[in-house]
C-alpha cells in the first residue's frame, strides 16, 4: 500500500465515538501557522541589512504571498475539496515549511529571488491551500453553528501574527552570533516547526460519516430564506450574480480595513502629534491586532443568531458610522474616542473574513463551500491592493496641498465611509440563487454517491 | 474509560494550540498597555 494513502480523504472518516471538538484544534493548527504572514514585517530591517536590499524590494516578499495565497486558494479549492482536508494541510505544511527553507537558502546566498521564489511563491502558495483546507470540514462538522466553527478557525490566522513576531524576534536574537542578523537559521526553525505543527493538525483532523448528526440536531425541514440546502457547483456558483455581490462584500470590507492596518502606527501619531510616541503606537497597532483576531470568533459567532446577512449590515453601516467620528475624534483630540473606533473597526475587519464561508454555505450549500470560498478569496488579493493605496495616495495627495499631517487622514476616512456604504448596497442585494443554479435532486443523488458529505 | 481517554485527547488537543496561542496574546497584550502609560 502507497505510504501516502493514509492522507486519502477515506482514511479520514471518523468512528461514532469521535468528538468533533477534536477538529476546531486541527484547523487552528494550520491557522496559527499560515497567520505568520502578517508578522513577515519584523524580518524586512534584518534582511536589509544582511542583504543590502532596499524596504520596497523586500516589501514584494509579502505582496508575492499574498497574490500566490488568492491564486492557490482559487485554483486549488476544487483540487482541496476532492481530495480532503488532510492531504490538503499535508500539502499546505509542505509549501509553507519549503518556502521557509528556500528563503534561508537565499538569505545565507544574499540573492533576493530565491527569497521571492521560497516565501513569496512556494511559501503563498502553501498559504492559500492552507487557508481553506480546513473550511469546509468544519462547516460539515458544525451544520448547528457554522459561524463559530470558521471563526475559530480563521481567528488562529489573526492570531498567528501574534505569536510569530515575538518568536521571530526572539529566535533572531539568539542566532544572531551565528548568522547575520540571525535571519538564515530563524527561517530554518521556523520552517520546521510550523512543518511539524501544521503536520499535526493533518493528523488530527478527521471527516464525518455521512449519516453523521450532532447529538440532538434536527435539519430545518424547509430552508430558510437565504439559508439553502441544496447545493451549487463551483463552476456554476461563479456564474451567479450572488458570488459577485459576495466578492464586493469581502473585498470593501478587507479595504476599509487593510489600508489602515498598515497605517495605524504613523497614523496614531501623526493625529495626535507629540501625545503619541512611537512605543505607544507600537501598543496602539498590537490593540488593533488583538481585537481582529477577536473579532473574527465574536461576529462569525453572532452570525449564527444574527443571520449572515444583517451581521454584514451591521459591519457596513456600524463601520460607516465610526469611519465618519473618526476625524472628529482626531479635532477633539480624544485619543480614547479614536482607539475604541479603529477597536471595533478592526474587529469588524476581521469578522468579515471569517463569516463569509459561512455566508458562502448558506447561498451555495455545503458541497462546493471550500473551493467557491476559495475563488471568493480573490477578493482579498484586490483589497490588499485598494486598501493601501487608497489611504497612502489620499494622504500624499493632501499633504501635498498644504493639509497639515494631523489631518491628511479625514478625507480618506470619509472615503471609507462611502465604501462601506456601497458594501452596504450589495449586501442588501443578497437573495436566493436561481432555481437554474442548483444540482437536480437527481444530480444530488447521483453525486452523492460518490460524495458522502453531500449528505450534510 | 473511553470518555477519560476522549477527554484527555481533547485536553491535549486544545492545549497545543492553545498555550502558544495564550502566550501570543500575552505578549500582545503587555505591548498594547504601553499604549495608556
Known amino acids: 500500500m502507497n505510504a501516502l494513502s493514509v492522507l486519502d480523504r477515506g482514511r479520514i472518516i471518523a468512528r461514532p465515538d469521535y468528538n468533533r471538538w477534536l477538529v476546531p484544534p486541527a484547523a487552528l493548527a494550520i491557522h496559527l501557522c499560515i497567520g505568520q504572514a502578517y508578522a513577515f514585517s519584523v524580518f524586512n530591517l534584518p534582511l536589509s541589512k544582511v542583504g543590502g536590499w532596499k524596504l520596497t524590494e523586500l516589501g514584494w516578499i509579502f505582496t508575492l504571498a499574498i497574490v500566490f495565497l488568492g491564486l492557490a486558494a482559487a485554483f486549488a479549492g476544487r483540487w482541496v475539496e476532492d481530495q480532503g482536508p488532510r492531504k490538503a494541510m499535508f500539502t499546505a505544511a509542505c509549501f509553507f515549511g519549503g518556502g521557509f527553507l528556500l528563503s534561508a537558502l537565499g538569505t545565507s546566498l544574499h540573492n533576493i529571488w530565491l527569497i521571492y521564489l521560497g516565501y513569496g511563491v512556494i511559501g503563498g502558495i502553501g498559504l492559500g491551500i492552507g487557508y481553506i483546507s480546513p473550511v469546509s470540514t468544519l462547516i460539515k462538522w458544525f451544520p448547528d453553528r457554522p459561524g463559530m466553527a470558521t471563526g475559530l478557525a480563521i481567528m488562529g490566522f489573526g492570531g498567528g501574527a501574534l505569536i510569530a513576531s515575538p518568536l521571530s524576534v526572539f529566535l533572531m536574537s539568539r542566532y544572531a552570533s551565528i548568522a547575520p542578523e540571525g535571519v538564515a537559521p530563524t527561517f530554518v526553525t521556523l520552517g520546521v516547526v510550523y512543518f511539524c505543527f501544521m503536520l499535526a493538525g493533518a493528523i488530527m483532523v478527521r471527516l464525518p460519516a455521512p449519516d453523521w448528526r450532532p447529538q440532538g440536531f434536527v435539519a430545518p425541514a424547509s430552508p430558510q430564506k437565504l439559508i439553502t440546502l441544496r447545493h451549487v457547483h463551483v463552476d456554476q456558483a461563479v456564474r451567479t450574480p450572488q458570488f459577485y455581490l459576495l466578492w464586493w462584500v469581502l473585498c470593501l470590507n478587507v479595504t476599509a480595513g487593510i489600508g489602515v492596518l498598515g497605517q495605524a502606527s504613523a497614523m496614531s501619531q501623526e493625529v495626535f502629534p507629540g501625545r503619541v510616541s512611537v512605543v505607544a503606537a507600537a501598543g496602539f497597532v498590537g490593540l488593533l491586532s488583538l481585537f481582529n483576531m477577536g473579532g473574527r470568533f465574536f461576529w462569525a459567532s453572532a452570525s449564527d443568531y444574527l443571520g449572515r446577512k444583517n451581521t454584514y449590515t451591521v459591519f457596513f453601516l456600524l463601520g460607516a458610522i465610526l469611519y465618519a467620528i473618526v476625524p472628529s475624534a482626531g479635532r477633539a483630540g480624544s485619543i480614547a474616542l479614536f482607539v475604541a473606533c479603529y477597536c471595533v473597526i478592526l474587529s469588524m475587519y476581521g469578522g468579515g473574513f471569517s463569516t463569509i464561508p459561512a455566508y458562502l454555505r448558506d447561498i451555495f450549500g455545503t458541497m462546493h463551500v471550500g473551493a467557491i470560498h476559495g475563488r471568493l478569496l480573490t477578493a482579498w488579493s484586490a483589497a490588499g491592493v485598494f486598501g493601501p493605496v487608497i489611504v497612502n495616495y489620499m494622504r500624499q495627495y493632501q499633504i501635498a496641498h498644504g493639509v497639515a499631517a494631523s489631518a491628511a487622514y479625514n478625507t480618506t476616512m470619509y472615503v471609507m465611509a462611502s465604501l462601506l456604504l456601497v458594501g452596504f448596497l450589495c449586501n442588501l442585494l443578497m437573495t436566493p440563487v436561481h432555481e437554474r443554479h442548483y444540482y437536480s435532486i437527481e444530480e444530488e443523488i447521483a453525486v452523492g454517491a460518490e460524495a458522502p458529505e453531500v449528505a450534510v | ?37
Open chain 2, 1 to 37: 474509560m473511553r470518555s477519560t481517554s476522549t477527554a484527555m485527547k481533547l485536553a491535549l488537543a486544545w492545549a497545543f494550540v492553545g498555550i502558544p496561542l495564550l502566550w501570543g496574546v500575552a505578549m500582545t497584550l503587555r505591548n498594547a498597555i504601553k499604549l495608556f502609560e
